[in-house]
T-cell receptor, first 111, second 116 residues
Framework: GEDVEQSLFLSVREGDSSVINCTYTDSSSTYLYWYKQEPGAGLQLLTYIFSNMDMKQDQRLTVLLNKKDKHLSLRIADTQTGDSAIYFCAEVTGTASKLTFGTGTRLQVTL | DTGVSQDPRHKITKRGQNVTFRCDPISEHNRLYWYRQTLGQGPEFLTYFQNEAQLEKSRLLSDRFSAERPKGSFSTLEIQRTEQGDSAMYLC??????????????FGSGTRLTVV
């Protein structure tokens, strides 16, 4: 089956960096995405990385990709209380180019 | 409005009733996807349209589920004879062309279904 794995929970202090990890399954995935979901809301695209890249930085967000280990990470610098949410990694799979999501990591930011 | 719209936002129905949800994608997007998200899980793919053609359906989509996209614009997802296990958030997403576009998908806010 297609299982994208993430740790379930991460707690950080405001101002610290957060690192959310993801292991994906399809080595042929061309794009890998990070989405954010706040309570009761839909999914907000945060950032993405193309498979021929190993790093991408976008303001406070840094994505690292290790294709050999099929490992993806999202680093949030200077984490704020507004960053508290569930973060999903997703890979593109199949001919329909559908997204396969991980189970999500709940990020809790404490004062 | 340039986003993906879903209607209704919330639906409570009795077991055995039929329900229909609507999704209005971004107008220039030719691809439309339905996902289902249960509590504590990531979204799971249900079905996909390219223009008006339904090109792929997940095994999750039982024969009680049907989706349409007439004229390649809005889409509807109908669930017949609802069961308590159908309670979930139903998410719609649209994209332009093959995925890999840097904008990825645009998701709607979802329809939360509760079957009592």
């Amino acid at each position: 089956g297609e299982d994208v794995e993430q740790s379930l929970f991460l707690s950080v202090r405001e101002g610290d960096s957060s690192v959310i990890n993801c292991t994906y399954t399809d080595s042929s995935s061309t794009y890998l995405y990070w989405y954010k979901q706040e309570p009761g809301a839909g999914l907000q695209l945060l950032t993405y990385i193309f498979s021929n890249m190993d790093m991408k930085q976008d303001q406070r967000l840094t994505v690292l990709l290790n294709k050999k280990d099929k490992h993806l990470s999202l680093r949030i610098a200077d984490t704020q209380t507004g960053d508290s949410a569930i973060y999903f990694c997703a890979e593109v799979t199949g001919t329909a180019s559908k997204l396969t999501f991980g189970t999500g990591t709940r990020l809790q930011v404490t004062l | 409005d340039t986003g993906v719209s879903q209607d209704p936002r919330h639906k409570i129905t009795k077991r055995g009733q039929n329900v229909t949800f609507r999704c209005d994608p971004i107008s220039e997007h030719n691809r439309l996807y339905w996902y289902r998200q249960t509590l504590g899980q990531g979204p799971e793919f249900l079905t996909y349209f390219q223009n008006e053609a339904q090109l792929e359906k997940s095994r999750l989509l039982s024969d009680r589920f049907s989706a349409e996209r007439p004229k390649g614009s809005f889409s509807t997802l109908e669930i017949q004879r609802t069961e308590q296990g159908d309670s979930a958030m139903y998410l719609c997403a649209s994209s332009f062309g093959p995925i890999g576009d840097s904008s990825g998908y645009t998701f709607g806010s979802g329809t939360r279904l509760t079957v009592v």
